[in-house]
């Protein structure tokens, strides 16, 4: 019966008062919600972050690949560093057409099939990368909230069996508990705002950089395709 | 994910320490210490329909009892009264005449002025009523300027004795100045005699200072107020006014008492059915009324009850109805308000 216990009237109403004073349900909703603002926050930092280093890394290779550097060249020198991006789709399309010229076409419609699928693959753990933790984002969004009010009901339910127990109504008593409760809504709406924001904003980004890998899929697949078809000709001729 | 968890933990403690700082004491809301205070809500009649009171009347009822007081007893006291110290004599009631004396002194002074001229034996038995006044003159300064006119009179009777003497012989009543003086002695003088006495006077003597003086001393006399203490309106009561009326002509009937007697009289009228023309059948009825809500007198049809037998047959229905329901039942505290009342029955409220 701890928590029944109310702050006297006049008492401290500083925010870490009202955390003391809280009830372990409050404290508890009130610790996750924390770490889940702290981990938000580090979600945030970290995809701000490695998506302005995509953006960057997506520019510098269309830069090498649009040059005119031979891509025999461009595979050598990236195969032999752990790429991402374009970089990777790239790396991953080259090695199944090293690998099938290699050993002979046999053939070649089903070469073309091979290297899309490779690139498919590519681009789908490079997305998955490029997405991953966006899930936290967008569940503490939805959810922090409901576990802040989750707090608050059960911090007000605890304060209002206090006022009970104390049989007095007077708002210096009623307040304390009032106020310490939604604390916790206070801090579910902290951890939820930036979280939607940042999800909106970093799913966003995300789509528009797997787009741009897409199409650079597409358009390095058509040139292999052209390469194929060349190959071909030669051979029959 | 290092940077990205770093930096958020930074941000964190950043953010809580701000908000534990500004946050912590928020300033508690300042409430003015106002006591609260009943408010009531008051007709304005009650105002404007009271009586008017003394205003400078105090606020309670009855002035504040004060406190009794034992009074204090002689010891060995064998006679009876309020003194502090036991005496024998019967205490001395106030004398009251002394004022009537003032009043009366100013005409003996005069008076005596043209008698000495006129009869030098008549005014040796004078002087005794002149002594009364001197010390009235002591007490008065009207009589001061009669002092002065006194010696003048006295060498003008030696050196010009025939100027005045003419005045003097011209009236033959002169017993009558010896007969006024009379009165002061015995100390009853009353204004009204004093006056006439004085009038007489004046045509006898000519001296101007004397019939100077005797202005003055008129308007004085006049200006006196001569009214006895104990005069003035037949208030009996000690009680000072309250504020307001016993009896306010202010009481209104509540509309729900309006109502309770319009029903009572309602009950015990047979409206008239049956009969054309409705509106013409509207009769206003007004009765005085007792105070234990009889009837005081016949009521009086004021309106309606014309010439028709449908009329008539209202007004007697209506009028039947008031003395049916006599001992009307109302507020006996606002009788001034239904003591004289006036009813309208109208036939065409009843369907």
């Known amino acids: ?174 307040a304390p508990g009032i106020a310490e409760a939604l604390l916790a809504t206070a801090l579910g709406l902290l951890a939820a705002i930036p979280a939607v924001i940042a999800y909106n904003k970093l799913s966003s980004d995300a789509g528009k950089i797997g787009l741009r890998m897409e199409g650079f899929a597409d358009e390095f697949s058509a040139i292999l395709s052209r390469q194929i078809d060349e190959k071909v000709a030669q051979k029959a001729a | 994910m290092k940077v990205g968890l770093t930096s958020s933990l930074v941000l964190h403690v950043a953010a809580l320490g701000f908000g534990l700082v500004s946050l912590s004491s928020p300033r508690s809301m300042e409430a003015a210490n106002v006591e609260s205070f009943p408010v009531d809500i008051v007709p304005v009649e009650e105002f404007s329909q009271s009586v008017a009171g003394d205003r400078q009347a105090p606020v309670a009822e009855k002035p504040a009892p004060q406190p009794t007081s034992k009074p204090e007893t002689v010891e060995d006291a064998r006679n009876i009264g309020d003194n502090t110290v036991d005496l024998d004599n019967a205490p001395t009631p106030n004398p009251r005449p002394r004022p009537v004396e003032t009043a009366a002194a100013p005409p003996p002074a005069p008076e005596p002025e043209p008698t000495p001229p006129v009869e030098q034996p008549k005014n040796e038995p004078q002087p005794p ?52 003086p009379q009165p002061p002695q015995a100390q009853t003088a009353k204004a009204p005699e004093r006056k006439n006495s004085e009038q007489p006077a004046k045509p006898r003597q000519t001296a101007q200072s004397s019939t100077e003086d005797k202005q003055l001393e008129d308007e004085i006399s006049a200006l006196l107020n001569r009214d006895k203490p104990s005069g003035g309106g037949a208030r009996r009561s000690t009680e000072q006014a309250a504020l307001g009326g016993r009896q306010t002509t202010g009481a209104k009937l509540a509309q729900s008492e309006i109502d309770a007697l319009r029903s009572q009289v309602q009950r015990c009228w047979n409206p008239p059915v049956g009969a054309a023309e409705a509106d013409s059948l509207v009769v206003s009825i007004r009765l005085k009324l007792k105070p234990n809500g009889e009837l005081d007198g016949t009521p009086e049809i004021v309106s309606g009850g014309g010439s028709s037998m449908a009329e008539r047959a209202a007004a007697d229905a209506a009028r039947r109805a008031v003395m049916r329901c006599a001992p009307f039942n109302a507020p006996a505290d606002k009788y001034e308000a239904w003591a004289d009342v006036q009813f309208n029955f109208d036939p065409r409220d009843m369907f």
């Open chain 2, 129 to 180: 009523s002149e002594p009364a006044p001197v010390p009235a003159t002591e007490v008065t300064p009207e009589p001061e300027p009669k002092q002065e006119v006194k010696p003048d009179p006295a060498p003008e009777t030696t050196v010009a004795s025939k100027p005045e003497g003419e005045a003097m012989q011209l009236p033959d009543s002169a017993p009558s100045p010896q007969a006024r």
């Open chain 1, 1 to 174: 019966m701890d928590e029944l216990t109310l702050a006297a009237p006049g008492s401290d109403v500083s925010i870490w008062a009202l955390f003391w004073q809280a009830g372990w349900v409050v404290k508890l909703v009130m610790i996750g919600l924390l770490a889940a603002s702290v981990w938000t926050w580090a979600i945030i930092v970290d995809k701000i972050i490695s998506y302005n280093r995509m953006r960057a890394a997506l520019n510098r290779f269309e830069q090498v690949f649009w040059s005119g550097q031979s891509l025999e060249e461009l595979y050598r020198t990236l195969s032999e560093r752990k790429t991402s991006g374009m970089g990777a789709i790239f790396v991953a399309a080259m090695r199944e057409w090293k690998k099938s010229f290699e050993k002979g076409v046999k053939s070649p419609l089903s070469l073309q099939t091979r290297i899309d699928k490779a690139m498919d693959l590519a681009l789908t753990r490079e997305m998955e990368r490029l997405e991953s933790r966006l899930g936290f984002l967008a569940s503490v969004g939805s959810s922090a909230p409901f576990i802040g009010l989750f707090g608050t009901v059960v911090g007000i339910m605890t304060s209002f069996q206090a006022i009970a127990g104390s049989k007095s109504t007077n708002l210096a008593v009623v």
